[in-house]
C-alpha cells in the first residue's frame, strides 16, 4: 500500500512562489502516473497537473499552465509542484494522487491513492 505525504504548502502573497513535494512510501511510484488536484473551500476537488511515469507526458489545467511545472524524481520516490506568479484563487487544499493503470486522467475518482493534502493560501 502506498502512502503519499505531501509538503511545502505555506502562506505567501500574490506573485510570490511554492514548491510543493510529495514523498511516497510503502511501494515504488515510479510505473505510476503522478498528479496534483487541489480543493478550494466549497468547491470541488479539481485537477490541476499529472506526469507520466517517465516525465515525457505533462497535463496541465488551463488556470495553470504557464505558472505551475510538475515534475518527478522516480530515484527519490517523490513528485513536485513547482507554483509560480501565484494567485489569490489558487488558494486550496494540494492533493498528490497516484494512478496505477492508465494514462492521463483529470478524473479524481480514477486515482488509487491520495495523501492527506497541504494547505496553499495567496494573499492579495
Known amino acids: 500500500q502506498v502512502q503519499l505525504v505531501e509538503s511545502g504548502g505555506g502562506l505567501v502573497q500574490a506573485g510570490e512562489s511554492l514548491r510543493l513535494s510529495c514523498a511516497a512510501s510503502?511501494?515504488?511510484?515510479?510505473?505510476?502516473?503522478m498528479a496534483w488536484f487541489r480543493q478550494a473551500p466549497g468547491k470541488e476537488r479539481e485537477f490541476v497537473a499529472s506526469i507520466s511515469w517517465s516525465s515525457r507526458s505533462t497535463d496541465y489545467a488551463n488556470s495553470v499552465k504557464e505558472r505551475f511545472t510538475i515534475s518527478r524524481d522516480n530515484a527519490k520516490n517523490t513528485v513536485f509542484l513547482q507554483m509560480n506568479s501565484l494567485k489569490p484563487e489558487d488558494t486550496a487544499v494540494y492533493y498528490c494522487?497516484?494512478?496505477?493503470?492508465?494514462?492521463?486522467?483529470?478524473?479524481?475518482?480514477?486515482?488509487?491513492?491520495w495523501g492527506q493534502g497541504t494547505q496553499v493560501t495567496v494573499s492579495s
Open positions: 494522487a497516484a494512478l496505477r493503470y492508465g494514462n492521463s486522467n483529470r478524473a479524481y475518482a480514477a486515482y488509487d491513492y
Open positions: 510503502g511501494g515504488t511510484i515510479s510505473t505510476y502516473r
